[in-house]
């Protein structure tokens, strides 16, 4: 391995000794070995020398090791062998005119059925980890090109090109410089819009879509191989030699096992590592557009808004004495007091009707919802969002500010309307005992479809079962952790491993088996009453892709575990048969997050609208989403989440059919009509 030190100017060895001495810090206090300098200047040439990003993109990097399995190579024994004998991916003896290195994916010998995700990374970044051992490779960066020429949808795998995106941009210490997919068949077109509308901007000006003579115009016809129209001959065995003499370890010097996470959502390297750096006068990551994960970005930003967030609550309760107003959060608390409104709306006499109806003059059928997305593009959706969140609130929150139940509200600036709000059932009417921070929230055409609630609290847990046992629940959504980024987000409610079992209140949780799936996790509980000693089957499933205060980078993880929770439910009506009196489509289903209003709103609009669009051919997002919020406050916390909403219906479009092609183009343009 070729020696950094001589290749580095006074500052960034500076800058490298920073984020090694803070790195080596936290891994001193696991137990783990010192990382070394040549592996440390990779990660900080990978972000330009900045201490914060490179601290972000090391934490991302051993999470998304762990959680694909690429810590251990074993190229010379199956899977791996073969894998890399198909000669699928390859990084080539040459450069581009800037130096960069060049890495091709021949689409036509990836075969999803045959290769696993985690073999086809294994492959990918066995052979990557070797090309970063150039120091030229590091400087430079890689240019990645998706050979498609000759290939087949059966050679085609959304999520595998999602992922290699993800980790190629977001989760590997080396600079993407640009990725050219050659020869794309139109069958991959119409994918591939709604595919780089999920990836950030600074990526998607990255990408390009061409034709094997435009290929020259990108990468000089003297660094390409003959089969991509250049003059240098292919010689993958060659370049899989030198990987085994290269690599003999296996195991790269990228990845110490010995200090990874126990668990891919702790957080605690980027935590600490930005504490540390705080305590060190350095300033958070500037508003700019950055190459960092959006959790790094999410975290800061949720540090901000929560110091921001518990000024305003302050506000408000110097007012309360005074003013009677229904409890906002912040932003809206200043905007309703700018319009001067005092007094709460009442619900809407014909609300029950229009749901009943389940259409308004506001849907759209397919078309004119991909004209609606051409004419308004993303900003247009966030000043749409922005119109719909500047609202009044439509209802009051006296049950859940009365002084016995403030304990029983994770937030305290994310309560429940006392319209819609879920009762206990107790021997007295006094609402200091019937409260929980639950609301019904209708489905389309369907009354008290869902519980959107928060994530329960320690003290709130008999409360939460008595409501699932009370409500006849069969199925719980949970999209959140337990922790995310070292904060507590949900207590642990639920007895978590195989054949363990609590006790809360009046109810014993047995845990009769789990299932562990690479998006989501789903739990088989056997709820029981200790009064009477009946027991009933309870499915918890569990989304464990969904970043906190943002969106997953592709809806395709979301929609699949959309399909999984419909299935689930019909599976337990099935088993309760005739025992079941009620809407056709069962009990409510309980679903929740945090606050129980961000990701809860989205997976319940996206659900909605799913049914409405399979029943009538036709969608409303925005009368979906203002129904929501009528019920739960606040529902669809960001203006992320209302545009994912939009291009995951899209996404469901086209993966059942309903759509052939969608052109989407100038959607992210600056100078779209939404200016």
């Known amino acids: 391995m070729e020696d950094m030190a001589s290749h580095l100017t006074s500052r960034e060895e500076q800058a490298v000794k920073e984020f090694i001495e803070t790195v080596n810090d936290l891994r001193l206090r696991r137990n783990a070995g010192p990382l070394s300098w040549n592996t440390a200047v990779k990660f900080m040439m990978a972000r330009k020398f900045d201490v914060h990003r490179a601290l972000a993109l090391y934490e991302v990097h051993e999470i998304t090791r762990v959680r694909?399995?690429?810590?251990?190579?074993?190229?010379?024994?199956?899977?791996?062998?073969?894998?890399?004998?198909?000669?699928?991916?390859?990084?080539?003896?040459?450069?581009?005119?800037?130096?960069?290195?060049?890495?091709?994916?021949?689409?036509?010998?990836?075969?999803?059925?045959?290769?696993?995700?985690?073999?086809?990374?294994?492959?990918l970044v066995y052979q990557l980890d070797v090309s970063l051992h150039s120091v030229d490779t590091q400087r430079c960066g890689i240019i990645f090109i998706y050979n498609m020429i000759g290939s087949k949808y059966v050679n085609f795998d959304y999520e595998l090109c999602q992922k290699i995106l993800s980790l190629l941009k977001g989760a590997y210490p080396a600079r993407l410089k640009k990725v050219l997919i050659v020869a794309a068949p139109l069958w991959f077109?119409?994918?591939?819009?709604?595919?780089?509308?999920?990836?950030?901007?600074?990526?998607?000006?990255?990408?390009?879509?061409?034709?094997?003579?435009?290929?020259?115009?990108?990468?000089?016809?003297?660094?390409?191989?003959?089969?991509?129209?250049?003059?240098?001959?292919?010689?993958?065995?060659?370049?899989?030699?030198h990987c085994l003499k290269s690599n003999t370890n296996c195991n790269g010097d990228l990845c110490d096992i010995s200090s990874l996470p126990t668990s891919p959502s702790s957080g605690m390297i980027l935590y600490q590592a930005y504490e540390v750096l705080m305590q060190n006068g350095n300033s958070p990551l500037s508003d700019g557009e950055t190459d960092e994960p959006e959790d790094f970005t999410s975290f800061v930003h949720e540090k901000h808004n929560s110091e921001k967030r518990e000024k305003e609550v302050e506000v408000l309760k110097q007012k309360q004495d005074t003013v009677q107003s229904p409890c906002l959060s912040g932003p809206d608390i200043l905007l309703e007091e700018r319009n001067g409104i005092n007094d709460p709306i009442l619900p809407s006499a014909n609300y029950e009707e229009d749901l009943l109806e389940g259409g308004t003059k506001t849907d759209m059928t397919l078309e004119e919802f991909i004209q609606h997305l051409c004419k308004l593009g993303r900003k247009g959706l966030y000043e749409e969002y922005a119109d719909i969140k500047s609202k009044s609130l439509e209802g009051?929150?006296?049950?859940?500010?009365?002084?016995?139940?403030?304990?029983?509200?994770?937030?305290?600036?994310?309560?429940?309307?006392?319209?819609?709000?879920?009762?206990?059932?107790?021997?007295?009417?006094?609402?200091?005992?019937?409260?929980?921070?639950?609301?019904?929230?209708?489905?389309?055409?369907?009354?008290?479809?869902?519980?959107?609630?928060?994530?329960?609290?320690?003290?709130?847990?008999?409360?939460?079962?008595?409501?699932?046992?009370?409500?006849?629940?069969?199925?719980?959504?949970?999209?959140?952790?337990?922790?995310?980024?070292?904060?507590?987000?949900?207590?642990?409610?639920w007895p978590k491993q195989k054949e363990s079992s609590a006790e809360y209140g009046e109810f014993h949780i047995f845990n009769n088996g789990v299932e562990h799936f690479k998006d989501y996790v789903v739990t088989q509980l056997v709820l029981t009453n200790l009064k009477t000693d009946i027991s009933?089957?309870?499915?918890?499933?569990?989304?464990?892709?969904?970043?906190?205060?943002?969106?997953?980078?592709?809806?395709?993880?979301?929609?699949?575990?959309?399909d999984k929770v419909r299935e689930q439910q019909v599976q337990a009506l099935q088993v309760l048969g005739s025992e079941w009196k009620g809407h056709p489509l069962g009990p409510p289903i309980i679903v929740h997050c945090s606050a129980g209003i961000g990701r809860t709103g989205t997976f319940i609009t996206l659900d909605s609208s799913i049914q409405q669009l399979e029943a009538t051919g036709t969608i409303?997002?925005?009368?979906?989403?203002?129904?929501?919020?009528?019920?739960?406050?606040h529902s669809i916390q960001m203006p992320d989440?209302?545009?994912?909403?939009?291009?995951?219906?899209?996404?469901?479009?086209?993966?059942?059919?309903?759509?052939?092609?969608?052109?989407?183009?100038?959607?992210?343009?600056?100078?779209?009509?939404?200016?």
């Open 68 to 123: 694909e399995g690429l810590i251990r190579f074993d190229p010379i024994n199956e899977p791996l062998k073969s894998e890399l004998e198909t000669g699928k991916f390859t990084v080539l003896p040459t450069r581009d005119s800037t130096g960069a290195a060049i890495a091709i994916f021949t689409a036509n010998k990836h075969f999803p059925i045959a290769s696993s995700h985690q073999v086809t990374l294994q492959g």
């Open 396 to 493: 009051t929150f006296n049950i859940a500010r009365l002084k016995h139940n403030q304990p029983k509200n994770r937030y305290s600036d994310v309560l429940c309307y006392d319209h819609s709000r879920v009762k206990l059932m107790f021997p007295s009417d006094d609402p200091s005992q019937d409260y929980i921070n639950a609301n019904y929230v209708d489905g389309f055409q369907q009354k008290n479809a869902f519980i959107s609630t928060q994530g329960p609290l320690p003290k709130t847990f008999p409360d939460f079962w008595q409501m699932v046992w009370e409500q006849e629940v069969l199925l719980i959504v949970m999209t959140t952790r337990t922790i995310e980024r070292s904060r507590a987000k949900c207590g642990q409610y």
């Open 641 to 675: 989440q209302y545009v994912f909403c939009h291009l995951a219906l899209l996404e469901y479009a086209l993966s059942r059919g309903l759509l052939q092609d969608v052109d989407l183009s100038g959607f992210d343009d600056s100078d779209s009509e939404s200016e």
């Open 536 to 562: 009933r089957v309870v499915v918890h499933m569990q989304f464990i892709s969904w970043p906190d205060y943002g969106v997953p980078h592709s809806a395709l993880a979301m929609l699949t575990f959309c």
């Open 189 to 241: 077109k119409a994918p591939f819009k709604i595919l780089r509308l999920f990836v950030r901007e600074k990526l998607r000006e990255r990408v390009f879509m061409v034709n094997v003579p435009q290929l020259s115009l990108h990468v000089p016809i003297a660094s390409l191989p003959r089969e991509l129209g250049g003059i240098i001959p292919l010689d993958h065995n060659a370049w899989i030699l």
């Open 620 to 633: 409303n997002v925005r009368g979906t989403v203002e129904r929501i919020r009528f019920q739960r406050a």
